[in-house]
C-alpha cells in the first residue's frame, strides 16, 4: 500500500494522540466520528485509520465503509502506520 498521499486519521482520545502520534496525521477520536462524517467525507483519499492496537480504527473503518466512504484502509497501531511511512 502506498501511503505518501494518504491521509492518516488517529482515532484515539486527544489525551493518547498527545503523547504520541504520525507526523501530519488528523485526530478525530472513534466517538466524533459520526459528527464529522461531512468533513471526513470531503477529505482526499486514500484515508489510512489507526489508533493503539488496532481496535478502534477497525470499528472506524467499518463505519465510514457503511457510510459511503470506500478508499480507506486500517492501518492498526499508529507505531506501524508511523513505522511504515518513514521508512
Same mark, same amino acid.
Given at each position: 500500500?502506498? $501511503?505518501?498521499?494518504?491521509?492518516?486519521?488517529?482515532?484515539?482520545? @486527544?489525551?493518547?494522540?498527545?503523547?504520541?502520534?504520525?507526523?501530519?496525521?488528523?485526530?478525530?477520536? $472513534?466517538?466524533?466520528?459520526?459528527?464529522?462524517?461531512?468533513?471526513?467525507?470531503?477529505?482526499?483519499?486514500?484515508?489510512? $485509520?489507526?489508533? *493503539?492496537?488496532? @481496535?478502534?480504527? +477497525?470499528? *472506524?473503518?467499518?463505519?465510514?465503509?457503511?457510510?459511503?466512504?470506500?478508499? $480507506?484502509?486500517?492501518?492498526?497501531?499508529?507505531?506501524?502506520?508511523?513505522?511504515?511511512?518513514? +521508512?
Amino acid at each position: 500500500m502506498d $501511503l505518501t498521499n494518504a491521509v492518516v486519521i488517529d482515532v484515539r482520545t @486527544v489525551e493518547e494522540f498527545q503523547m504520541g502520534n504520525v507526523p501530519g496525521s488528523i485526530n478525530i477520536p $472513534l466517538d466524533s466520528i459520526p459528527e464529522r462524517l461531512r468533513e471526513i467525507k470531503e477529505m482526499r483519499t486514500p484515508l489510512v $485509520l489507526c489508533c *493503539a492496537s488496532g @481496535v478502534r480504527s +477497525n470499528a *472506524a473503518c467499518g463505519y465510514l465503509q457503511k457510510n459511503g466512504i470506500s478508499d $480507506l484502509y486500517d492501518g492498526g497501531p499508529w507505531t506501524v502506520v508511523n513505522a511504515h511511512l518513514n +521508512n
